[in-house]
């Protein structure tokens, strides 16, 4: 008789669209995406300023009965129900909610960006490992299997050695006389959130440069890039335009990072502009489809394939009796098999590596003069702090 899949039980701590969207794909049916290993169950949902927020969560992502919902995120933490906590706050809020989770001793799957400075990621990491418990950046994107895939094409060597990555994030957002069409106080531009196009946007232009470019290196032979950044700054503070360019001297490769508020990666929605992330080497190119975050198509150009280009679709499988499926569930997936293992971070996106990309972004704002308010840059832990209590 087969073995029952592992089942790995959730609480999701805050009830904003990233919340609702990572939930409705945990409780999709794993058998959908021909998962048969793990399954997922949602345990409790909280909401740092109501339980009614907690109990329209849960009608609106369509939860089944018995879910707990909380008013405070302290009650969802000391939950002895709740194996790993899904931190979907703004990122401002993550290395406070992350840690009230790691000390209540709960595994973490912790949205990106991870934090708002490397020193917070490194305390995240330290206090991980002091309370012995799996923590992972939820980089969605690196779990898909299009990504997957094409990890495995430049390290097959079909284009060569990869000396070069360009990848683009960028909304086009552009309002009259200046503006932007989102509000000052929205999470996109307000400081007090950590807003700006790099730590939203811009992390998953750079996930393709270090996904390739740094994660595939040797273990034995790993050289953290040097960074040469320019901002552009929206009146808010906020940075609204980002391009960064990576430099691996000892690989020879170098890597283009872009994002923006005011111009979109794909003017019309139909990819007409071209890829948003070029993989490039001697012997040809992988082009990927945007949006980066979630990439549905890629193309392998070779240099001596005369014109003819390898065209590869990788839609994302739905959950027919909930007519849902975006894409989240493959990350989720990847904590339940490393929990059932004994494992305490992910190979795909390890910690070490979580750490660095937080250096190059922190290194970016530097370089651009963004800066953040005290209270959501400290790495001093407050289970008091106002982010953790919703001001209460």
Known sequence: MASQPFTLKWGIMATGNIAQTFTKDLLNNPASRDVHDIAHKLVAVASSSSQDSANAFLKNVKAPDGVKAYGSYHELVNDPDVDIVYVATPHSHHFQNATLA???????LCEKAFTVNAAQARKLVETAKAKNVFLMEAVWTRYFPLSIKIRELVQSGVIGPVYRVIADNSLGNDGPNGTLTFP????????????????DLGIYSLTWLFQILYHLQPEEDKEAPHTVAAMNKYATGADEMTNIILQFPKHKSMGIAMTSLRIATDP?????????IKIQG??????????????LQYKVVKK???GKVEVVDCPIPK????DWGH??????DECARCIRDGKKESATLPLSESIVIMEVMEEALKQGDVKYPDIITTDVYDPKSPLNTGGR
Do not use: C
Request: hydrophobic share 40%; aromatic share 6%.
């Open 268 to 276: 019309d929605g139909q990819h007409s502009a071209g890829p948003a």
């Open 304 to 306: 001596d394939a005369a």
């Open 102 to 108: 790691l000390e209540a001793g709960k595994n973490v």
């Open 327 to 332: 894409g989240m569930f493959w990350e989720a």
């Open 319 to 322: 959950d027919a009796e909930r």
């Open 184 to 199: 000052d106080e929205n999470r996109m531009v307000n400081p007090d959130l950590a807003g700006g196009a790099l730590l």
């Open 282 to 295: 001697p012997l040809g190119e992988i082009q990927v489809m945007g949006p980066a975050y979630k990439p």
